[in-house]
């Protein structure tokens, strides 16, 4: 299993857009194999703060995601968007065990 952490800080005048566009595309992303997790959070502190938390069965079903239509309209979507460039990081999952999963 792989946990991907992606940190994105969003112009303040388009939170609520990139919410919504965020959301679009988790929703799409649960529908495909290989993904059992995909969080949209939002610091509570700063709202133009968010971070996706994504769990992928494997590091192809990470690459499959990247393929998808909803992933493509909500990267063209959001790029202008942001207010820096997005920052992403992968871990391997210690626990919990994927029977968890």
Do not use: C
């Amino acid at each position: 299993m792989i946990a991907r952490v992606i940190s994105l800080r969003v112009k303040s005048e388009v939170v609520e857009e990139f919410k919504a566009a965020t959301v679009s595309n988790h929703t799409g992303s649960l529908k495909e194999p290989g993904i059992y997790r995909f969080d949209v959070l939002q610091n509570d502190a700063d709202p133009q703060e968010f971070v996706l938390y994504e769990i992928y069965e494997s590091e192809e079903a990470t690459l499959t995601h990247k393929e998808t239509m909803h992933y493509n309209k909500w990267k063209q979507t959001i790029e202008p968007m942001l207010a820096e460039p997005r920052k992403s990081a992968s871990f391997k999952v210690i626990a919990p065990a994927p029977e968890y999963y």
